[in-house]
C-alpha cells in the first residue's frame, strides 16, 4: 500500500456521462498530481493542485476539471465523456518543495475508466 | 523545455540476461532523475533515483548513473528474472520548472523463463 488511495478502481460509463474519481493523497503530503495513462499516448499530465490551489495544467480537456478540497484529497470530474476518453487515471503525491525532487511522486494504484 | 526520451520498447530478454534501458534528458536547471516501474495492473512504483550528477541509484538488483556529461540515465540489471516484466518510465523534476514531473514514454520488458 503507498499510501495514495484512489476510488474507485474500476468504473463502466456510457458516452455523454459524468463521472468523479477520487483521490487521497498520503498522510503529510499537500500536493496532488493526476494523470492519464492511455495505451496510445502514454502518461499525460493533467494538472496539479497544492494545498488546495491549483498549480498548473497540463494537457487536461475541457470537460475535465479537478479540485482540492480543505481535507487535501482530490476529485477529478469527467464530463460529456466519450470513447477516446477510456483510459486508467493516476493520481499521484508529494511533499511540498525540495521534497519533490529528493523524493519523488507516490502514486495510487489508478482508476480504470471504460467509456461504452 | 524539460523532457526525457527512452528506448523504445518492447523488450524480451531471456531469464538471467543482462539488462539495459536508454534513457536522455534535457533540462534548464540541474534535475533529479528518477526510475518508475509498473506491475501489469498496478500503479507506478519507484525503483531508484539519483539527485545529483555521479549520483547512483540502486534497488532490487537495478542501478543508474547519472551521467551530467551525457545527460544520461540508463537503467541496468545484470541477470534478470521473470518477476521483473513490467513498464519501466524514466522520470525528472526540476525545480527550476516547478514541481512538476516529465515522463519517458515507458519501456515494456519481458522477461521469458
Known amino acids: 500500500d503507498s499510501g495514495v488511495t484512489q476510488t474507485p478502481k474500476h468504473l463502466i460509463t456510457a458516452t455523454g456521462q459524468r463521472v468523479t474519481l477520487r483521490c487521497s493523497p498520503r498522510?503529510?503530503?499537500?500536493?496532488v498530481y493526476w494523470y492519464q495513462q492511455s495505451l496510445d499516448q502514454g502518461l499525460q499530465f493533467l494538472i496539479h493542485?497544492?494545498?488546495?490551489?491549483?498549480?498548473a495544467k497540463g494537457n487536461i480537456l475541457e470537460r475535465f476539471s479537478a479540485q482540492q478540497f480543505p481535507d487535501l484529497h482530490s476529485e477529478l470530474n469527467l464530463s460529456s465523456l466519450e470513447l477516446g476518453d477510456s483510459a486508467l487515471y493516476f493520481c499521484?503525491?508529494?511533499?511540498?518543495?525540495?521534497?519533490?525532487?529528493?523524493?519523488?511522486?507516490?502514486f495510487g494504484s489508478g482508476t480504470r475508466l471504460t467509456v461504452v | 523545455g524539460d523532457s526525457v526520451t527512452q528506448m523504445e520498447g518492447p523488450v524480451t530478454l531471456s531469464e538471467e540476461a543482462f539488462l539495459t534501458i536508454n534513457c536522455t534528458y534535457t533540462?534548464?536547471?540541474?534535475?533529479?532523475l528518477f526510475w518508475y516501474v509498473q506491475y501489469p495492473g498496478e500503479g507506478l512504483q519507484l525503483l531508484l533515483k539519483?539527485?545529483?550528477?555521479?549520483d547512483k541509484g540502486s534497488n532490487k538488483g537495478f542501478e543508474a548513473t547519472y551521467r551530467k556529461e551525457t545527460t544520461s540515465f540508463h537503467l541496468e540489471k545484470g541477470s534478470v528474472q521473470v518477476s521483473d516484466s513490467a513498464v519501466y518510465f524514466c522520470?525528472?523534476?526540476?525545480?527550476?520548472?516547478?514541481?512538476?514531473?516529465?515522463f519517458g514514454t515507458g519501456t515494456s520488458l519481458t522477461v521469458i523463463p
Open positions: 498522510s503529510g503530503d499537500l500536493s
Open positions: 533540462a534548464t536547471g540541474y534535475p533529479s
Open positions: 539519483a539527485t545529483k550528477a555521479d
Open positions: 499521484a503525491s508529494s511533499v511540498a518543495g525540495q521534497g519533490l525532487v529528493t523524493y519523488g511522486y507516490t
Open positions: 522520470a525528472l523534476s526540476d525545480q527550476n520548472t516547478g514541481n512538476q514531473f516529465y
Open positions: 493542485y497544492y494545498n488546495g490551489e491549483e498549480r
